[in-house]
């Protein structure tokens, strides 16, 4: 399906799927906006790269994958008779395209230390509705259908739903990147299978073990690298030094911080502030070099708690991190800080930069959205749990919650 | 080959090999050394990714791949009944491993804008011999064997020769990432069929098809990836801002930077400096966030010429580049540099900033390091040139320059 | 581990592992035999060719897969610091070289219509012991060790157990030819984490994941290639036509048939009878060529089942089967077999070879074999089903029997 | 695009493509044709499986797949603004699935050996209008293209030309199962820079690498797999088994053959004759399975000649083969043959089925259909000899003669 005779027809080179065809001359000036090629700057699996040095491949990388796959599920419809326009193409293309444009540097941190009230899907919102007024207008179908305004549904759901191309470019693209090669994910045999029933997606019966595959290798992604114990570890210490960082920013104290950078740690900023052009400007500029460039002159900083963190961070000296099934003895964790405290000479408030625990299932893991409905050959839709005779899905689902506790390697315990 | 009993066995991820195997407790110390870790935030191929959005990967994992490399060959080599020994394996590893430590950030910029006296190779001896002091001269067959020095000179020439494992490593690993995959080399095929004749490596002569594809691999992604055009545009107006940078900065301007990078602008450092601790231990604190964190802030500069290249890098402008194979005659350089002065209302010392011309060949291309030798049966050994009569190596010998011009897009020529 | 000098090393290209390399002469030379290039006349997976085209690889090549894996599998043991002599090396290469080498051509076909109460294990413990013969009792040890008679039981093991270089090597080949990308298994992950502890393989807890990913793996390759339904019709379709064929010879009838397939046709053949020199060498000349162009001369004879069924194999006009999870009702298989008695005018026993009906786990399926052992930190082992919290293992080693009904596709139920 | 509504939409998995899907029903009724399910039993390469086991894929999957990139070259081309029917779709498609339909088993022997004045362009002529006859016309469009009769000759140039789809296919999947991974071609790339100019295909300058690249892998191929000493004995080897066989059968000897085999071995048979059904037929019953179930039996035949020859190919112990450049010295030759005969005791005549001698260059290798056209952006062609200035096209088109003698290896020269 081509939009418009354009010489602006470009190809972007991609491992993954070998070319990605940008189908548009519209979509092309969206990739070229400074808001969107921020996301070359910002790597999808933040601090991943830490344990599987591969994986520095950015949000600019994914967000055209994703597209790409919402292309070829689209082309598949319609090859099996569904009636898509070229506008909803186009639509369905840039509402993907744009879905993780409201992503920080570091997200997780980020939300959690620098900008506490805000999420990403918020600031995406914002972001995909300023380049709409940006491009006059055209970009209305796609903010209709990222916001699920728009009537044809089973869109919105390709993008944020039960099967997702979102994901399923994500799982193949971490697997490529890291080198799992168990999170390969056979997307071409799904998309075959892909069909729409209800205004939502669905597989065809045929497909069935390939979704038990994807449900099993999405499973072992996450055991095995979105909650691999050091990257847990990693990515509560990075939250711990802007943390330190913001308080010591507030409380007055000068630090070395890029101008956006210095912005968010010196000011506690709401989603209604994001909606003011300047803070949405100010929050463009940061991304990966402004954090990391900032963590190198902290680990010289005289504050010890900042820099010790830093320097831990930059030059992988990463906290040991304890993992199990039932949460920790409050005794235990109180020895563990008594050590810390009398080793390093901390105060209570303090302790807590050094030794943090909590659980994984918090944030990230949503295992309801595994489920994905089967279609049959008479017509009938069933649940992946309840038509797959081989994989428990309903045991899969049960969230398995890890409760972690981290600190210094040094201190013995 | 196992070194020592250690419990420090460590494996890395790797999606071009699957597996990279650290052999040995002391070299996992010198990959655990700041100076080593820095690697992980140089980028191989620069600004590449730019044109290769996949091309993120760092010095870091390339050294590790080289290294990976060096072990097959020796464990091939002795599997052949050639004598190696521990010490000899232990050495060779290490300074493989170490053969890139030198590297700054954007190499080719810095080399030409910042550090002008120095290049790499004489920086990554100072900083192997270094560590070969910090770890008790326990390094000192591999300075050696880097700096050429020891015997079996066959050893030294795996590093850097005309079949090196450097560059087997850079090709397969560079065409991995960028996904180009003309420039795979069947690796396998050509470690099998390695042999070592004079104290050379040399090539069996049944592995003499795998040895002219790994020739044109090589050549191909020169074209198509090392001196692509938009690469060679975005390296030459990155050298440009760091030119700009450091005139402002020895002029007394206040420039946003890291104490590291703040430190090379206003110094002339030569190589003579280097062998200063303090001067090496600065250079070892600079990586790809220091350069890229400062563009950023540099593209609100008052300085029209900063603010302008440095937004043109970090927002994708990139100059238009022609190439061609006679050099361009000096009228029409003039007349475009005519063009952007009056545009931009520049200097004619300013305007080499906005317009540059050079050859290619001039610093990448080492067109006679492709020969490699070639063992026959009857024991003779051959140049690849010579042996091969299914491509006219002589001729892929001969160097192409091409001639290139960089101008904003905006001047119409 | 190199056993001896020699000029025959010899290198088998691989589309899976790229290289196989035959470390021996000795192994040379038992490749070289007439036995065992016969492999090469045997395909790995019959017919399943007839649903999947690339399905076309040989026995052979899967026998030196597999040895390529033992190879692989002890060199990481004794890196780990296991003493495994040349010989044992060697011997265990050569048990699992061989531990197929009693297949004959479509091995299920056959073990039920031709050679009934002979199953290949049987087979291949003669061929072993006759090249032990052959080869001047230079095999002794690979003998033993098949036979699990060493005292070593994890060479054994390893070839035949829970988790073997055999089924490794299947479950990655299979996959790669039949483009079932589900089936991929991280082979080089699973071999770097193998250990032996109370003499057999067990893998260290980081493994885990992997080792689930297996399991998942071998799961899904059973339902979705072993046993794919239109598999299981050609393969009760072939062993109906020999039955069919064997019947009308052992009543002298004039069959075309090569010599080989003539004498299995027209004598019943018992274990015993293998151990004549003369039976197995016949046997040796039997494989897919005999039966295959028999089936193809065959679909002109004029005994009407024999032709309908052979044509029916070559032309790929295969019966249809119903697959559910309950035994089908008497009526329901009388009532097909009444319309197929009418329309072809067959006799109550004729229309056996129309409409056969039978479970799948009866004969490939061996559930409990899933179980592996892990190696935890504290060296304890458990094993996997005790050791996963993700998968249910309990519930997927419970066996899946599914039943079916095949006939021809004409017939309306 | 798809042609009909139908619930034949049949995908076959393929190792190559992942999946190859069938975009009509008309196509899939063809595929189930008697005459192109033989194909499954006619292996692309003939004997080379003796010297890269994985080469036993078959002509069968070779026209699915240069289907397959049809298909995706004319979806290119109509996204770029081309008009293509439906119609000429579905005749294109099925032109190119049928191009190798004429195929014998073991071609070039066959060719050389059986039907000695025919060859498989003309039979693929002769079956592709009978099964138009057979589908009521249906195929006219197809036959114009297949015999360049249509208008639009661009569709047949994509079939047979300077770059077409049965080339790039078959170089990918011969690498693909060989494992030769030097002949790998980025074929996504290349018809992604596909045009038409002057009604036949060009490529786009930008391409220009990844045509150079396609040109040394297929160079290579030809060195590597195609030419293969080893594979280049076999082929002659049963191309003169073949002869023998023939020459006795002609001499009233009984052989043992299947019918098909022995109606060819016992008449002369001209083009003329495959134009009467009969003999067509007879031929469509011939492929892999009838020579070699025959080699198998006539290694126990009591003519010297055939058993030697027919043991030596199924045993695999073929004759030494001397590759040389320039022709061998009659004397030499003669030397041999005369120490063959007195080994042997055999005649002038016979010994001439024990040493044979040839050039390479005489049958397969066609060097002028390199040649590419290149597309530049002022809108001018060139060929690529003239448009590269990396490789000598002209030196690669030279073709390379080499001379060649085989006898058996007992023989010492």
């Known amino acids: 399906m081509r939009l418009r005779n354009s010489n602006k027809r470009k190809i972007f080179n991609d491992p993954v799927y070998g070319f990605i065809t940008i189908p548009d001359e519209r979509i092309f000036d969206i990739i070229e906006h400074p808001y969107f090629q921020r996301l070359r700057r910002i790597k999808q699996l933040g601090l991943t790269h830490l344990v599987y040095p591969g ?11 994703a597209m790409h796959l919402m292309s070829r599920a689209l082309l598949e419809l319609k090859q ?12 369905a293309l840039i509402a993907i395209l744009l879905h993780d444009i409201g992503h920080g540097p570091y997200s997780h941190a980020l939300e959690h230390a620098i900008v506490k009230s805000v999420n990403h899907e918020e600031i995406s919102k914002i972001f995909i509705n300023k380049l709409n007024e940006i491009f006059d207008g055209k970009l209305k179908l796609a903010v209709k259908i990222f916001e699920d305004r728009y009537e044809r549904r089973f869109f919105h759901k390709l993008i944020s739903g039960q099967f997702d191309m979102d994901r399923l470019d994500y799982l193949k693209r971490d697997s490529f990147f890291t080198g799992v090669s ?47 114990k050091t990257v847990l ?15 010591l920013a507030m409380g007055g104290e000068k630090l070395y911080a890029s101008p956006a950078l210095e912005f968010f740690l010196k000011n506690e900023i709401t989603l209604e502030d994001f909606k003011n052009n300047e803070v949405l400007d100010i929050f463009s500029r940061l991304d990966d070099y402004d954090i990391f460039s900032a963590l190198k002159v902290w680990s010289d900083h005289n504050d010890y708690i900042l820099s010790y963190l830093s320097n831990a961070l930059v030059n992988r000296k990463l906290f040991r991190i304890e993992l199990q099934n039932e949460p920790f003895e409050e005794d235990y964790i109180d020895s563990i800080k008594e050590k810390i405290k009398s080793k390093y000479n901390l105060s209570d408030d303090e302790v807590t930069y050094f030794c943090f625990h909590d659980k994984t299932s918090n944030y990230t893991y949503k295992p309801d959205s595994d489920n994905i409905n089967i279609l049959f050959k008479d017509g009938s839709v069933k649940d992946i749990a309840e038509a797959s005779d081989q994989l428990n899905i309903a045991l899969l689902d049960k969230p398995t919650t890890k409760y972690f506790v981290c600190y210094p390697k040094e201190i013995t315990v």
């Open 80 to 91: 099996k008779g569904h009636k898509i326009s070229r506008k909803e193409y186009r639509g």
């Open 233 to 247: 570890s990693a990515e509560y210490m990075i939250t711990k030094v802007l943390e330190r960082a913001k308080k």
């Open 182 to 228: 168990e999170g390969i994910v056979n997307y071409e045999r799904l998309l075959n299978m892909l069909e729409i029933v209800d205004d939502g997606p669905v597989i065809e019966a045929k497909g069935i073990y390939s979704v038990e595959k994807f449900i099993t290798a999405r499973r072992l992604m996450y055991w095995q690298v979105y909650l691999h």
């Open 55 to 65: 994986a520095l491949h950015t949000r600019f990388h994914h967000s055209l994958g």
